[in-house]
C-alpha cells in the first residue's frame, strides 16, 4: 500500500526476510507500513472549547497555554499534571520553537508527546480536555511529514497508532496486505527482545 496523501499517516520501516531458494540465500527487504493517524474529536463541551481554540490556530494543544488562556481549568489540569509539570513546560518551550521554524524542537515536541502520553488518560483529560495527547501526536507526525522531515517513534507508540488505526476500521473490509505488515512488525520487536 502505497497511500496517495502520505500525509495523514505514519510511516514504519518493516524488514522482511526473504529466502531465495536458487541461490540459498536469506534477503532482508524494507517494507514501509503506513499506519494511517486517526483524527481525534473532543467529546463534551470543555474539550470542544480547547480543541476549538488550537484548531483555528493552527497549533498542537499547549497544556501550559490552556491554563493561560482558559483559567477556569487551571485547578483541575495542576492537580492531574503536577508531577510532570515541569515536562509540560519544557513541551511548552518546544512547541513555541517549533512554531517559529525550529526542526529540532518540533521532533522533541514529539518525544516529550511520546513520553507524556503514557501517563494518560487523567481526571483533567477525561472531563476537561480531551484525548489532547493523541491529538498533538498525530499534530506533530503530520507536521514533520509535510516538511519531509525522517524521523521514528518508540515501538510502544507505533503499536498505540496501529490500535487505534484498527479500532476505526472494526467493520471495515479487511487490508490483509497492511494486517501481514503489522503481523512481520510484531514479529521483529518479539525477535529484538530475545
Do not use: C
Not at 513520553?115 to 503530520?142: C, M, R, W
Amino acid at each position: 500500500m502505497d497511500p496517495s496523501d502520505k500525509l495523514r499517516y505514519y510511516v514504519e520501516p518493516v524488514e522482511i526476510e526473504i529466502y531465495l531458494k536458487k541461490s540459498g540465500k536469506v534477503r532482508t527487504i524494507i517494507k514501509d507500513m503506513y499506519v494511517e493517524l486517526v483524527e481525534v474529536e473532543p467529546h463534551n463541551e470543555h474539550s470542544r472549547k480547547i480543541f476549538g481554540h488550537f484548531r483555528e490556530i493552527d497549533s498542537p494543544i499547549d497544556l501550559i497555554e490552556i491554563m493561560n488562556i482558559f483559567p477556569e481549568y487551571l485547578k483541575p489540569i495542576y492537580d492531574s499534571y503536577y508531577q510532570h509539570m515541569d515536562l509540560f513546560e519544557k513541551l511548552s518551550m518546544h512547541l513555541q520553537s517549533a512554531a517559529g521554524g525550529s526542526i529540532d524542537s518540533l521532533r522533541l515536541s514529539l518525544y516529550f508527546i511520546e513520553l507524556l502520553i503514557k501517563y494518560e488518560p487523567t481526571v483533567a483529560s477525561i472531563d476537561y480536555i480531551g484525548d489532547f495527547q493523541t491529538h498533538n501526536l498525530n499534530f506533530l507526525i503530520k507536521k514533520l511529514n509535510g516538511l519531509g522531515e525522517t524521523f521514528l517513534i518508540e515501538d510502544s507508540t507505533v503499536a498505540y497508532l496501529i490500535k487505534r488505526r484498527n479500532k476505526a476500521y472494526e467493520g471495515k473490509p479487511r487490508d490483509r496486505e497492511f494486517e501481514k505488515l503489522v503481523e512481520l512488525w510484531q514479529y521483529n520487536i518479539k525477535e529484538k527482545l530475545l
